[in-house]
């Protein structure tokens, strides 16, 4: 005798190549679904629409009772993920700042959604992590990385403030003082430093990413379904009490500042392909 699968027709995972997706590829296979950002010429940057599709895809993973586990990752082998596009960024936001807070709200949409899939998450690091990349990579349950990259905040040097993530997460995840240096430094963290302050929970060679990230995935398939949502449920209390703390206010104080002289040095500089003119910045702000 064989049985149906019954699934509410409001509640139903799509097949992924149905979904036109344009900025992510969007895999599901072997109780697995893979989201991989497909803006490589970018480094895997986040515009708009790619939040947006992120969204998308991870409802329809959540909602899929044969998905056990979501993986996200980058294409190529440069970038994971550089965080915010600063081209879309001094295109729209410069003139018209109070955008920004739409843009925002897409951001925050993403990261409530992965943080509330109801399944472990794996950050299949490929590549160079940057700004909100990294909080994407700390949006996620355990993360997997290649052997030669390294993972960098660059919110206070390019005319942002890294509070999407970094600034709620980083003092809990590696402490508080290294999280000031972090963020204030805006220096890049060799790989095997962001493994033993716990930005990561593996490093391997290239050639073995994936067998690593299978094997990882395995063993979280291995577990029960329900215990392992409700943990994942007490293990978010406190980043949950600091996002949302914090976050709306952020929200509107970055809407603001990005029309401010700073981010207009820090994005421009950024396009222009040169460092931000600090002195500068700071002559005019004294005038």
Same mark, same amino acid.
């Given at each position: *005798?064989?049985?149906?699968?019954? !699934?509410?027709?409001?509640?139903?995972?799509?097949?992924?190549?149905?979904?036109?997706?344009?900025?992510?590829?969007? %895999?599901?296979?072997? @109780?697995?679904? /893979?989201?991989?950002?497909?803006?490589? /010429?970018?480094?895997? &940057?986040?515009?708009?629409? !790619?939040?947006?599709?992120?969204?998308?895809?991870?409802?329809?993973?959540?909602?899929? #009772?044969?998905?056990?586990?979501?993986?996200?990752?980058?294409?190529?082998?440069?970038?994971?993920?550089?965080? &915010?596009?600063? /081209?879309?960024? &001094?295109?729209?936001?410069?003139?018209?700042?109070?955008?920004?807070?739409?843009? *925002? @709200?897409?951001?925050?949409?993403?990261?409530?959604?992965?943080?509330?899939?109801?399944?472990?998450?794996? +950050?299949?690091?490929?590549?160079?992590?940057?700004?909100?990349?990294? %909080?994407? =990579? *700390?949006?996620?349950?355990?993360?997997?990385?290649?052997?030669?990259?390294?993972?960098?905040?660059? @919110?206070?040097?390019?005319?942002?403030?890294?509070? @999407?993530?970094?600034?709620?997460?980083?003092?809990?995840?590696?402490? #508080?003082?290294?999280?000031?240096?972090?963020?204030?430094?805006?220096?890049?963290?060799?790989?095997?430093? +962001?493994?033993?302050?716990?930005?990561?929970?593996?490093?391997?060679?290239?050639?073995?990413?994936? !067998?690593?990230? %299978?094997? *990882? &995935?395995?063993?979280?398939?291995?577990?029960?379904?329900?215990? !392992?949502?409700?943990?994942?449920?007490?293990? =978010?209390?406190?980043? #949950?009490?600091?996002?949302?703390?914090?976050?709306?206010?952020?929200?509107?104080?970055?809407?603001?500042?990005?029309?401010?002289?700073?981010?207009?040095?820090?994005?421009?500089?950024?396009? %222009?392909?040169?460092?931000? #003119?600090?002195?500068?910045?700071?002559?005019?702000?004294?005038?």
């Amino acid at each position: *005798m064989t049985t149906t699968r019954k !699934t509410h027709p409001m509640l139903g995972a799509e097949k992924p190549e149905e979904m036109g997706f344009q900025n992510i590829i969007y %895999e599901k296979y072997n @109780g697995r679904a /893979k989201i991989t950002l497909n803006r490589p /010429k970018s480094l895997n &940057a986040f515009d708009f629409l !790619t939040f947006r599709e992120i969204i998308r895809a991870t409802e329809d993973a959540s909602w899929d #009772d044969e998905v056990g586990v979501v993986i996200y990752t980058g294409a190529g082998e440069r970038a994971f993920c550089t965080g &915010a596009d600063l /081209k879309e960024q &001094a295109a729209n936001f410069l003139d018209r700042p109070r955008d920004y807070w739409k843009w *925002m @709200g897409g951001f925050i949409d993403m990261h409530e959604k992965l943080r509330n899939v109801g399944k472990p998450t794996i +950050a299949r690091i490929n590549g160079i992590v940057v700004g909100g990349g990294n %909080e994407l =990579n *700390m949006a996620c349950d355990l993360a997997i990385a290649v052997e030669d990259t390294y993972i960098r905040q660059v @919110g206070s040097a390019h005319g942002s403030v890294a509070a @999407g993530g970094a600034t709620q997460w980083l003092p809990l995840i590696v402490g #508080d003082r290294r999280a000031r240096e972090i963020l204030l430094l805006c220096e890049e963290i060799p790989i095997g430093t +962001a493994l033993e302050w716990g930005l990561v929970n593996q490093v391997v060679p290239r050639e073995q990413l994936d !067998t690593a990230v %299978e094997a *990882m &995935a395995d063993r979280l398939l291995n577990k029960l379904p329900e215990c !392992t949502r409700y943990t994942k449920q007490q293990l =978010n209390f406190w980043r #949950d009490f600091s996002w949302g703390m914090t976050i709306g206010h952020a929200r509107d104080w970055l809407t603001i500042h990005s029309g401010s002289l700073e981010t207009g040095e820090g994005t421009r500089a950024f396009v %222009e392909k040169r460092k931000p #003119d600090y002195r500068m910045l700071r002559k005019e702000l004294l005038e």
